[in-house]
Each structure stands twice: as C-alpha cells, then as structure tokens.
C-alpha cells in the first residue's frame, strides 16, 4: 500500500481518545475523570502490549516461582502486567481501589484524607496466561464501579457490588492484533492498536452479538464430571439436525477472553460450569464473568451461572468464583433450559 494512501486510511479513523471525549457528558458517569480513567487503562494496556510484543526475545516467559491467590502458578507476565496496571491507576490518579487476580487483598489507593479517585477497577491482568509461552492469545478483563455514594473511605467492602452496578467494563486481546472492546452501558465498542501510531482505533463500532452461533466452547475433558443436563445439552448439539444448524463446531482456546471474543462477534456459546473439582466453576466473578456479561448482555448477547443472570449475584468476597454460560442470547436460554429439565446436578 502507497504510505500516502495509508495515512489517508489511518485518518479515517476515530482514536479511542477522540471517542471517549465525544462521549463525554452524554450519559451518566461519562464524566472527565472517567475520560481519564478509561485513558489510564489504555495507556496501561499498550505497555502490556509492548511487553507481550517482546516475549521471546527478552526473558518474560515461565513463571516466577510463586504461586497467586487462586492456587496457581504465577508466571512473569502475569505479575508484569498486574504492575502496569497498578502502576498506571495509581499515577492516573481517578481510581481509588484496585481489585486483581495476581493480589489476594483488595489495593486502596486513596485514603480518607485524600480525595482523588472515586473509581474501583477490578481486573484480571492476564487472563489465559498459561497460553503465553506458545503465542496463543491472552488478554486483560476490567470491571470499573463508582465508590458508593457517602463512602469516604475505599475498602474491599466498597468493591463487592453486584454487577449490574458496573458503569463500564472491557477487555484487551493481544492476539494477531491488540483490541480493546469496552462498554459503558450504551452499547460495545471495539477499537484496534495501530502499532504504527500508537493508538486505539475505532474498527468495530456498536458491537452486536448473532442471536445464535455455531460454536460452543467448552473443556470437554472434564465431561465426565458435568451435571446431567449440560451432558445432554452438549450432546444434543452435536447432533446432526440441518434445519437447526447442527452439529456445532467446538471451538476452546483455554483463553476465556479471547474464545469470548471470537464468539462475541460470530455467534456462540462458551460454558465454564460447575465441575466435581470445582464446584462454583472455575472463573472468577468479580472480574472475568461480571465484565464479560455487562459486555455480552450490552451486546445483546446474554450470561447465566446456568440458572441465574450472573450481573445479580451479589458477591462476599474479591476472587469469587462462579459457573459461567456465556453468549449467543438464544444459545444460553437453550443451555438454561437442558439445566433446568434435569433438576439434580448429580452425574449421569
Ligand atoms: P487464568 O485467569 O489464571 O488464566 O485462568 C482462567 C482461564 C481462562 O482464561 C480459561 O478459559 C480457563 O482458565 C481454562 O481453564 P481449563 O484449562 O480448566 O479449561
Ligand atoms: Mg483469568
């Protein structure tokens, strides 16, 4: 391409910037310190970005030795990431507690003699980290709550909120390209990283999800260990029945931020259920599931624990876990119906 012509195409664009300011003052909460907020997390995500770019050539890969909050091994990404994050809210000065899979407490980053910051940010750093070291996608989920009102000083009570409190929510594939999808409650928006700039780019606008897909995304090595009803759930989707569009295709990266994007955009089912190992599921509440639901419900998609609409759980504790379907709006309904009609959640 002529780098005329390339320029030209660049400047057709909006900037996640330019689009942020736009929607500043439209809706409640699109505030300046929210602009800015949102801004902070970007800057944070293009140095996750640079980081990730460089793996390989300099030695960010395997783990640190430690092992986090949840059980699991940390790996150097994943704390680097953690400390972008953290570095970046703290400078930027809107965000007044920090919630992250990678720390088992809640972070104040205000006190009750300061008054910056009256945004919580709830976030897993890398999400699919354990992906990294053979270049499969991975990606950051943030959640972000408003400091209930009165509340002068922002402790972890502060952040257990439902998540339909949520004002705005997102996630970053770093992927073939970097893109950042995010919502305030008016609709999805997606925008890619132009390396060659530097910034943002609006290149999916007003995201909607198919109402239906043709992949359902599962570990279904853990088959044996479902309840009746997603048993027959899943295979009733592999059955062969044309008019329906079955069989489904399975699609399962092991990245839940990057299968849920993809079936964000063509159309699909992603399920981490309960499990006899993990019986609340494996996913993490406040900032895998309730994110990616604000986002799937915005983009007309839908997100159960398999009976119940995720965004109402009303947690206790910061690295809750809970089941996830995930999706297609009439692909949940159909996976709440196969729970339902097998009460028990005892195995086949
Ligand atoms: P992580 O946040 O530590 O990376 O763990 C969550 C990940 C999800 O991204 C992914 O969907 C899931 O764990 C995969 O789990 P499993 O290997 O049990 O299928
Ligand atoms: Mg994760």
Redesign the pocket.
Known sequence: MQPDLLREEIGAFKTLEQFIIEQQGTFDHSSGAFSRLLRDISVAAKLVNWHMRRAGIVDVFGNTGEINV?G?VQQIMDLLAHKEFVRALRRGGECCLIGS?EHSEAIPIRTADSSEGKYIVLL?P?????NIEVNVSVGTIFSIYQLPEGVKEATLESALQPGIKQIGAGYIVYGSSTILVYTTGQGVNGFTLDPSIGEFLLSHPNIRTPKKGGMYSV?EG?YESFARGLKKHIKWMQQENEEEGRPLSTR?I????A?FHRNLLKGGLYI?PATQKSPNG??RLMY?ANPLAFIAEQAGGAASTGNSRILEIVPDKLHQRTPVYIGSLDMVRTAQQFLANEHSVDNA
């Open positions: 949840q699991e899979e897993d890398l999400d699919g980290s354990s570990n853990n399962y092991g990245s839940f931020v299968d981490y494996k996913l895998e």
